[in-house]
């Protein structure tokens, strides 16, 4: 697991599994961002054609300047860059899918 805490105040956990699960899953993650951290946190994201769920804890975040507050979002794939802001008291966890898997695995199942 790589556990990192930047300059801004960011506390990144990542945990990249192996063996069967690694076929499905890129990486499991968390961030935090302290009550204490006024100016909160901005970050990009790659694009790496692989999509992901995110379970958003604490205070709404910015994707590309639009709130979520949700507390289960699902990022698409996507192959481009993108604008996160994570203000004080942000807590996010999330699952990042190998390309090609969520659509795999969630989106074609047969109807019951």
């Avoid at 379970?55 to 979520?68: M, R």
């Avoid at 966890?93 to 199942?109: D, H, K, L, M």
Wanted: glycine residues 10%.
């Amino acid at each position: 697991m790589t556990n990192t805490r930047d300059r801004s105040g960011l506390d990144f956990q990542l945990w990249q599994p192996d063996g069967e699960l690694a076929i499905y899953v890129q990486g499991i993650w968390s961030a935090v961002v302290p009550d204490d951290c006024a100016a909160g946190v901005q970050r990009w994201l790659r694009g790496d054609a692989c999509s992901g769920v995110v379970f958003n804890l604490g205070q709404a975040f910015q994707l590309d300047g639009a709130s979520h507050s949700a507390p289960v979002i699902r990022l698409p794939t996507s192959q481009q860059a993108h604008n996160m802001f994570l203000p004080p008291g942000a807590q996010l966890a999330g699952i990042r899918f190998q390309p090609g898997v969520y659509a795999t695995v969630f989106e074609n199942q047969p109807e019951q």
